[in-house]
């Protein structure tokens, strides 16, 4: 031990004599640069990145370790306002010398918000008959968003709201699409489809209906005896009888079939002696069943008759 404090000596005597003077604390003590560069902190997650919802998030929550003190300019991150947030983080050290420095670690969190609305639909389908018509409305169950709540219909797509848009056209047979687009407060957007099928009114009525297998009521062929007796036909503008119905209870469509046989809902319209076949009775005729809604002068004479409805 000796000998080595004999040659420590002699090469500091060396040193002064070499004209090597400027020896002090800090060729021993280490810089504050190097203990800056010693201070190192980690994040749990390489993205700092929050769900949109409700509340405050505490910033400290995503530090996985730091090499100090640590200190924040913000504590916390309100997560119902999407965006980054630019959080500087500081982490102070102090050395076994009693030095102390602080590192400086900025870092961007961002408000993000990944949940779409949600919108549920009754049914994939809905089938129409030519002049009937579809709600619409009453198809889509419910438009929500997992933090807005329910979304409300608008005319215009907007923040907050849901559109319905179609081209449907209840006087042509065809298979039509109807678009639902919802947008939430963030702008995210969903879009769903289901489809209004319009169909021809077929003849038959699945149950009840049947099909004539013997002559049956044209123009040119204008009375024939049919299932129910006598057939005829007639063309005469039906408002007044429609409205006589309407009395009655009956709020079936008025329409015209393709072959111009006049209809109430699903059956043909006709006249008939109402003593033998009261208003609103449903009889089998040579064209399908049909619904008597009118009398005449010919009842009289016989009682079991059926005058059928058209535009011929």
């Not at 400027?22 to 390489?46: A, H, N, R, V």
């Not at 329910?150 to 797509?157: E, G, R, V, W, Y």
């Not at 503008?237 to 469509?253: H, Q, S």
Request: net charge negative; glycine share 8%; hydrophobic share 35%.
């Amino acid at each position: 031990m000796i000998f080595k404090g004999r040659v420590a000596l002699a090469t500091l005597a060396m040193l002064v004599l070499t004209g090597y003077t400027d020896f002090t604390d800090e060729d021993i003590t280490p810089s504050t640069e190097e203990l800056y560069d010693s201070i190192s902190m980690g994040f749990t997650q390489p993205q700092l990145e929050l769900e949109y919802g409700e509340g405050l998030f505490d910033v400290r929550d995503f530090v996985s370790y730091a090499d100090g003190e640590l200190e924040v300019t913000t504590e916390t991150v309100d997560v119902s306002q999407v965006g980054t947030n630019v959080i500087l983080y500081g982490v102070t050290k102090t050395d076994e010398y009693g030095q102390t420095a602080t590192r400086y670690f900025p870092q961007g969190i961002r408000v993000v918000d990944t949940n779409y609305p949600v919108i549920e639909l009754e049914k994939e389908l809905i089938t129409v008959t030519l002049g009937g018509k579809a709600d619409l409305a009453a198809n889509i169950l419910s438009v929500t968003d997992v933090v807005d709540g329910d979304l409300q219909p608008a005319d215009q797509l907007q923040p907050g709201c849901y559109t319905v848009s179609h081209s449907i056209s209840y006087k042509k047979a065809g298979t039509y699409p109807v678009t639902v687009e919802a947008m939430d407060s963030n702008g995210n957007v969903t879009t769903v489809q289901f489809i209004v099928q319009v169909k021809k009114r077929s003849y038959l009525i699945p149950g009840i209906d049947y099909v004539w297998k013997g002559q049956k009521l044209t123009k040119r062929r204008g009375t024939i005896y049919g299932p129910s007796g006598k057939e005829t036909y007639y063309n005469l503008n039906m408002a007044g009888v429609v409205k006589i119905m309407r009395r009655r209870g009956n709020t079936d469509e008025y329409w015209v079939r393709s072959d111009g046989v006049k209809m109430l809902g699903d059956y043909i319209m006709v006249a008939a002696n109402l003593k033998t076949y009261p208003r609103g009775s449903i009889i089998k005729t040579s064209l399908g069943m049909a619904i008597v809604c009118d009398t005449g002068a010919f009842a009289r004479k016989n009682p079991y008759q059926i005058d059928i409805a058209v535009n011929w």
